[in-house]
């Protein structure tokens, strides 16, 4: 799935200092344990926190062997999350303040191995909540646009609806959320999440999800090679550029308790079709040629998850804005895809 991207060319991107608030209100500095941080996400808000915090704020684990400017960037060591223990003890010996948890199998992924998903999406969600508690650490997991499922109100889909998702990624999300907000409310725990949408960038590889095909999309046109996409040119999903994504996250991370009216928000940037992200892709690349060829697994999921997003909760409660549009970020993953693939 991830065949166009080199590993050792994968770019983690950095957001202004200024743009990001401080995570702890005294003197005394944050330290931020990712669980899964060598996925899409997790390298990215790492440098983000560590250009505010320093480099020894966050202790980026995973369980695949880092490249070497992962080493040099700051603390990196090897965390399965279901080894409960040893999660226990990094944030004991690390000193953890906030628990960021990314691992996870995405919905494509998920699907071709579900009791791995249960495992990783629900069992590692049950120790992260348990020790959260038991250390008083500030927790964020994310959420996703594939928390709702074919029955909710689609267009646009709201913070607040029903949520009957058919993927065993959405099913755990939506146990994560509930759970979450359950010890949030009885247990006083400093539980966040955001429903994050597709998430995009040509410098890191997507992790095997739904919307995966527009990254693979502007790689291809970057290199003027012709595209098979695996979804039908209607098919209308939320997105984000990487960096606002971050940022969105940092600022959730750093919201003052008493403006967040729920503790799990939509954010969005824009929609887009497959056919309206190639008409876009033309302005610069007018000879890219694309083929349709729906994946009877992935069409179903993305035919389930809601069309437009509706993040006015975000917006309004902690002031949320993102700053990619649809031709921006056409703009910046065609040269980022030129310049590192
Ligand atoms: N990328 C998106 O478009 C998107 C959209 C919505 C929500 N999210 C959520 O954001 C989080 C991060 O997403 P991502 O795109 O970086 O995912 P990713 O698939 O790129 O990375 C997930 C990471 O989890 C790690 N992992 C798997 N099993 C593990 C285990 N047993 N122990 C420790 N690590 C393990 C993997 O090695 C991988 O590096 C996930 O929770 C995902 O559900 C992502």
Redesign the pocket.
């Known amino acids: 799935m991830n065949s166009m991207f080199c590993r050792c060319g994968q770019r983690f991107l950095a957001l202004p200092s200024s743009a990001v608030r401080h995570l702890s209100t005294d003197s005394t500095p944050p330290r931020v344990l990712i669980?899964?941080?060598?996925?899409?996400?997790?390298r990215s808000l790492a440098s983000v926190l560590r250009k505010t915090h320093g480099n020894d704020s966050v202790v980026l684990?995973?369980?695949?062997k880092a490249p070497s400017d992962v080493l040099s960037a700051g603390p990196y060591s090897y965390?399965?999350?279901?080894?409960e223990a040893s999660l226990r003890r990094t944030v004991v010996e690390e000193r953890i303040t906030t628990l960021v948890?990314?691992?996870?199998?995405?919905s494509v992924?998920g699907e071709s191995n579900i009791p791995?998903a249960m495992?990783?999406?629900i069992d590692?969600v049950h120790s992260c909540m348990q020790i959260a508690q038991e250390y008083n650490l500030r927790l964020f997991?994310?959420?996703?646009?594939?928390a709702f499922g074919p029955h909710c109100p689609r267009n646009p889909t709201p913070d607040l609806t029903v949520q009957r998702p058919r993927t065993i990624?959405g099913v755990s999300?939506v146990h994560m959320e509930l759970l979450g907000e359950y010890f949030q409310a009885s247990r006083g725990l400093d539980f966040r999440s955001l429903?994050?949408?597709?998430?995009?960038s040509a410098d890191?590889?997507?992790?095997?999800?739904t919307?995966?095909y527009a990254v693979h999309m502007a790689v291809a046109a970057a290199k003027d090679r012709p595209f098979e996409c695996n979804l039908r040119p209607d098919t209308r999903l939320p997105m984000m550029y990487l960096s606002d994504?971050v940022r969105a996250t940092v600022e959730m991370l750093t919201a003052p308790a008493d403006s967040l009216r729920l503790r799990t928000y939509n954010v969005t940037a824009m929609s887009f079709t497959p056919e309206e992200l190639v008409a876009e892709i033309r302005k610069h690349k007018k000879d890219f040629t694309v083929t349709y060829k729906p994946d009877p697994i992935v069409q179903a999921i993305a035919d389930s998850w809601p069309e437009v997003f509706d993040d006015s909760g975000a917006r309004n409660d902690w002031g949320w804005n993102h700053e990619y549009d649809l031709s921006r970020l056409v703009r910046r993953m065609l040269e980022s895809a030129a310049k590192y693939h």
């Open positions: 669980t899964g941080g060598l996925g899409q996400l997790g684990t995973d369980i695949k965390l399965d999350v279901l080894d948890h990314y691992s996870a199998l995405l992924v791995l495992k990783v999406n590692s997991i994310p959420s996703t646009i594939g990624y999300k429903r994050f949408p597709g998430v995009l890191t590889p997507p992790g095997g999800g919307t995966d994504c």
